[in-house]
């Protein structure tokens, strides 16, 4: 049986909406191109209360098992993505924000100033991505070939 | 003088037994080969109070200074092993972990699921390893230059 | 405008003074040479309450947006910089961290054993580096490209 990805796009944004949020579009045809279905998709502002409780509920959906957000992860003083993240997981992930920072650097080393953060709760993955197009991209295309079976083990379907 | 490692190993696993617990008795074996003591050999269930106490009880043993794991440090919903780790370590040691993923994930991008942990609990220094021969074999590999230096900073048998 | 970024150096050990700590003296050259003012330098002991406290201080001075730490890093009983750090940041940069043990884990494997910390109070990026003067010029090195545009973010001098 194919892994069955459902999952949750979250940009975090004080300034974008819908019409204009290109990264959290990317995002949602990179995982439909990757045989995923999407269920929501949401623009909260870089608030930490208000990513924690958007995160929060979508981490207990049912029909939710995968969260990307995208946005928040940096220096800036409202950047709170990675800290809401980190207040609702139960266990970290760590290997894929090291993953994806790691191979970012190559291209540059602005790379370690992303304060990306994964893990997991209940059986939702929740990996936070920076907030540019490009960067959603590349980020994708770093996890994609995990997603799957990371997603199979969160819903116990294997026994590895 | 040599480093005198004298280390535990803790398998977490539901369902192995010490007659067929290949990964505890390859890290057994790649311990002694090091040079190191093995005082203790357990299976413990992935039970996240049980792994605590288990974790607990042998760092603060006189007669072990290395505490090796192996299992429980994926995505299954029952693997804890590296949030009973983290419970009980007072100093987390984040290089450690961080060169095990960077250097397994050359070979294979799954090593980005990994969320081994390794810290320090008084003078006793605990790694999680994957759970497999393979895995363990060649995390062993990546820190076995190192594990001499570690112990004797950690017994304080150095000027470094 | 030019990024101005200004720096304390804190160093962390039971032993040096100012007349010998060579360390703090290469870190407060190599700042400058960078661009950057100055504004501290202290020495501090081995001490989880004392470093708490320095570091709290420090990060909450307006005269202050960047310290750097040397020493206290390691596996010694007393090395615990990065516990002090962590206990005063409100915000992890775990890029930081990585990308210094990544960079420096090519010339020797002990590079694993940096515990180092990075993360963010208030305006204030805090980095921990290891206590030799080879090990903060390397690592400094390796931080230097993303300084400017770290610490203009904080201060939200972008649109970034």
Redesign the interface.
Known sequence: MKPLIKAAVVTASDSRHLDDDVSGTVLVGLLIAAGAEVHERLIVKDDLEELIHTLHELADRDDINLILTTGGT????R??T??ATRAII??????????I??ET?AAT???????GVAG?RG?T?IINFPGSPRGVTECFE??R??LG??ID??E?R?N?
Request: net charge negative.
């Open positions: 940096g220096f800036a003083p950047d709170v990675p800290e139960e266990r970290e992930a760590p290997g894929i924000a090291e993953a920072r790691r650097a080393p602005m790379a370690m100033l992303s304060r997991i059986n993955l770093i996890i070939p995990v079976h990371a083990l969160l116990d294997t590895h």
